[in-house]
């Protein structure tokens, strides 16, 4: 069994990642454009992928900075 990776998300931050990874499947799939981000919602992600990637062991593109939240 491959090594599994976990992260915790709250709801908002959870119903984010799903609202855009559902966003990017309709673009994909019939060319529908892909809703702006808010704020909030781009802040939320932003942690998301930040703690994935050092979770994954992958360097940070901007070094380990310390995101607001």
Known sequence: ??????????????????????????????????AQLSSDDSERLGRVLHDLWRALGVSLPYGDVQLAG
Do not use: F
């Open 1 to 34: 069994m491959p090594e599994e990776v976990v992260l915790r998300l709250d709801r908002p931050t959870a119903t984010s990642l799903a609202d855009l990874i559902y966003n990017l499947g309709e673009h994909q799939a019939a060319g529908m454009p892909v």
